[in-house]
């Protein structure tokens, strides 16, 4: 049973290792990022999402460098990414919200031509900023970043739990409905036409 401890405890040291790693040599260079991503890195870095607090952080922090590839985006999404990272936003880790948190910024950016060249995804994938910004949104994302402004993120209130997975543009269609029930509800209250309010929402949190 020690021996089995101390054979686990080591696997772990060695995969926050090569996440520690894969960060320094990605730093700044595309080229590694895209390497990394296509010798099948970014499913095993998923999977160390949920591992011990110092592995999680440096596996986000391994995905937040390979999401500043457009290309490695989806793909990030696609093996399930986005969900770990939003729980990891209420980590009590030093560093750790933070780094899920660039995590997903980085996962939400345009991708710029390639977001116009593609065609919507399929059934089964996300495809462009649209879709992946939907998810994050859908999932609670968005509510689990402004908590991080007053710090309620480290005391799980107002969190909603994880919702059942939607793929492809019904991921957008929801959330554009909640987005509209939620400016609707804000119009009513402060006298603002909703449209107003719509299109400073999205201003805001869509920007890069």
Sequence with gaps: MLAQVADANQSSRAAELAAVTIVRLS????TVSMSVAEVGGIIPL???LGARAGTAQQAAAALA????????RDAIANSGGIDPLIKLLNSTTVGTPETAARALAHIARSDGEADIERASGSDDNMCGAEERRAHIHYLGGVQRLVSMLDGSNLTRKGVSDKRPGLK????WTRAATKMDE???????????????????????????
């Design 27 to 30: 730093q700044g260079n595309p």
């Design 182 to 208: 939620t400016v609707q509800m804000r119009s009513n209250l402060s006298g603002v036409g909703a449209s107003g309010l719509q299109s400073v929402g999205i201003q805001v949190g869509m920007q890069e």
């Design 65 to 72: 460098e390979l999401g500043l590839v457009a290309k490695n």
């Design 168 to 171: 492809g543009a019904e991921l």
């Design 46 to 48: 998923v999977k160390l």
